[in-house]
Nanobody
Framework: QVQLVESGGGLVQAGRSLRLSCAASGRIFSINTMGWYRQAPGKQRELVAT???????NYDDSVKGRFTVSRDNAKNTVYLQMNSLKPEDTAVFYC???????????????WGQGTQVTVSS
């Protein structure tokens, strides 16, 4: 059994910052990619930022220069530092991880339960 537990969402004014955290736990052998997606009302879930096990990052153009993804591999945790937040960043943010479980071959995709981020103007 593997779980992803997120924390750090909330309500913030435009221009301010928030930091999201997501910790993976359970029978984990290794984690490949970890990162964040978001889904705004009436829209499809979209990639925000991811980081591979080697440290390579991938960002959506809309958050480049404002958001920073990072990982603590010893803690199986991924973070998203969000600066200069805009009202259009309002969404439910989902943690994502590609995990190889102990005793299994191959990886599976796991998702957190989602955390609401609301940016007021």
């Amino acid at each position: 059994q593997v779980q992803l537990v997120e924390s750090g969402g909330g309500l913030v004014q435009a221009g301010r910052s928030l930091r999201l955290s997501c910790a993976a736990s359970g029978r984990i052998f290794s984690i490949n990619t970890m990162g964040w997606y978001r889904q705004a009302p009436g829209k499809q879930r979209e990639l925000v930022a991811t980081m591979g096990s080697g440290g390579r990052t991938n960002y959506d153009d809309s958050v480049k220069g404002r958001f920073t993804v990072s990982r603590d591999n010893a803690k199986n945790t991924v973070y998203l530092q969000m600066n200069s937040l805009k009202p259009e960043d309002t969404a439910v943010f989902y943690c994502y991880a590609e995990i190889v479980r102990r005793g299994f071959v191959g990886s599976r995709d796991y998702w957190g339960q989602g955390t609401q981020v609301t940016v007021s103007s």
